[in-house]
C-alpha cells in the first residue's frame, strides 16, 4: 500500500499551490468552508478590526447619532422651552414655509451660480499646475514653487479677504496707483455684480496650490518607460502629456470631480459670511449663510434644519449622479459598479 498523502482538494491542479484569493489569504493555504467563512475572516482579520473600531465609534458619535437631530426639520422645535423630545410635530410645514420663501430660491441661484464658477475656474487650475510642477527639471525650482503655492492654505479666510482687500479694495493698492496717475480707482471688494468671481479668486489663490498635492502623487506613479518610448517614437512634450500624463490622470481626476460635485452647494460658508455685509445678501446669500440666518440669528431651528436637509438630499443625488456618469465613461468613481 503507497504511503503517500492524497492531497486535498483546494481546486489547485496537484503539486501546485492555490492561488491567493486576493483578500489577504496565504497562497497554499487550505481554504475554509462556506459555513465558517465569516468566523474565519474575522479570525483572519481582527487585528484590523481593532484598529479601526475607534475611528468607527468617532464616525458614529459624531456623524450618525446627530442625525437624531434633523427630526427637528419635521417639529415646532424650541431649545428653551420643550427641548427635542418634547417639541410638537408639524409634519411638513416647515418645508412649505422654506419652499414658499424668496430668500430660500435667492440662495439656490447664487449657489448654483457660484459652484459653476468653481467647477470652469478652480477645478482645472490645479491640474494645470501638476502638469507645471511635473515639467520643471530643477528639484529646487520645483520644490519652491511648490513651497509658495501651498503658502495660502494654512491662511484663515479672514487673512486672505484682508489681502484682498488691501489689494483690490477702495482704498487697495491698485486705486491708489490709479489715482495717482490721473485715473479714477474701483473696489471690487463692494461690487455685487463681480462677488462670484471674486469668491472664485480667493478660492483659487488659497487652495489651488494644495490641490496640486494629489495629482503630483499620481504622476509620480507614471511608468517613466512611457516616456521614454513615447519619446523614442517621435512625440514630443504635448504629445506625450495628450497620451501619456492625462490618461494617468483621468482616474484621479474623475474621482474628484466626483467629490466636487457631491460638495457643490458647499461653497464656502466662513468665506462669504465674512463679505456677506459688503456686497448685500440678494448677491451673496448661499444656503449654508440661509440657513445660518434663518437658524441661529433669528431662531427659527424648524426652517433652517428643512434647509439643511434639502441641501443633503440634493448632495447625495449629485454625488449618485456624477458617479454613474464616471462608470459610463469608464473610470471608477467613487465606488465600484
Known sequence: ????????????????????DGRGGRPGAPRPAAASRRWYRLRRDR??????????????????????WTTVAFKDYDPYLSGL????????????????????????????AITFLQLTLFFPV??????????????RVRAVVQSVLYLPHFFSWVLV???????????????????????????????PGVFKFLVTAQLVWK???????????????????????????????????????????????????????GDALTVGFEQILLQRDAVGPGASEVFDTYVWWVGIANGDYGVAAAGGLVKGVFSLVLVLLANKVAHLLGEQGVYRK
Open 1 to 20: 500500500m503507497s504511503s503517500a498523502v492524497r492531497p486535498r482538494a483546494t481546486g489547485a491542479p496537484a503539486g501546485t499551490t492555490a492561488p491567493d
Open 47 to 68: 487585528s484590523l478590526l481593532l484598529m479601526a473600531l475607534p475611528a468607527v465609534g468617532l464616525l458614529v458619535l459624531f456623524v450618525y447619532v446627530p442625525l437624531i
Open 85 to 112: 423630545w418634547d417639541s410638537p410635530w408639524t409634519g411638513w410645514e416647515n418645508f412649505s414655509l422654506l419652499l414658499s420663501d424668496s430668500r430660500f430660491w435667492d440662495a439656490g441661484v447664487n449657489t448654483l
Open 126 to 139: 490645479p491640474i494645470a499646475l501638476a502638469l507645471l510642477l511635473n515639467s520643471l527639471m530643477s528639484e
Open 161 to 191: 479677504i484682508t489681502v484682498f482687500q488691501q489689494m483690490l479694495g477702495g482704498a487697495g493698492l491698485i486705486s491708489q496707483l490709479l489715482r495717482a496717475r490721473g485715473y479714477e480707482g474701483f473696489d471690487l471688494m463692494t461690487d
Open 207 to 261: 487652495d489651488a496650490g494644495w490641490g496640486v498635492i494629489v495629482f503630483l502623487a499620481a504622476l509620480s506613479a507614471v511608468n517613466q518607460d512611457l516616456y521614454e518610448a513615447a519619446a523614442a517614437d517621435g512625440a514630443g512634450r504635448w504629445r506625450r502629456m495628450w497620451h501619456v500624463t492625462l490618461p494617468a490622470l483621468r482616474p484621479v481626476i474623475a474621482l474628484l470631480l466626483v467629490l466636487r460635485v
